[in-house]
Nanobody, 127 residues
Framework: QVQLVESEGGLVQAGGSLRLSCAAS????????MAWFRQAPGKEREFVAA????????YYADSVKGRFTISRDNAKTTVYLQMNSLKTEDTAVYYC????????????????????WGQGTQVTVSS
């Protein structure tokens, strides 16, 4: 099993920045892709960004490309989401996810490809 714990989100003004982290523990060697998804009130969960822990390749949703950056630490067990130029439409609960054995490779945006999920953290962007 893999446990994922997200950092606390927060309230930020539009145009501001916020960094989320996701710490993985347990059988982390079994995971390859780590990702962030988000869900706004009344909307379906959507893909935000993903990172291959082994080769550090990344993939972003068009809505956040150029504003958000996903990265990992050297120990490869913590993934970060740096969010810049935040917009009110970025308001959502953000979830960290991890796959098992590379199942999400090539299926980055598919939530069903991820085996493990964090508890979610609220990010609110005010105008």
């Amino acid at each position: 099993q893999v446990q994922l714990v997200e950092s606390e989100g927060g309230l930020v003004q539009a145009g501001g920045s916020l960094r989320l982290s996701c710490a993985a523990s347990g059988r982390t060697f079994s995971t390859v892709i780590m990702a962030w998804f988000r869900q706004a009130p009344g909307k379906e969960r959507e893909f935000v960004a993903a990172l291959d822990r082994l080769d550090t390749s990344t993939y972003y949703a068009d809505s956040v490309k150029g504003r958000f950056t996903i990265s990992r630490d050297n120990a490869k067990t913590t993934v970060y989401l740096q969010m810049n130029s935040l917009k009110t439409e970025d308001t959502a609960v953000y979830y960290c996810a991890a796959d098992g054995g590379g199942a999400a490779r090539g299926r980055w945006t598919n939530g069903g490809a991820y085996n493990y999920w964090g508890q979610g953290t609220q990010v609110t962007v005010s105008s």
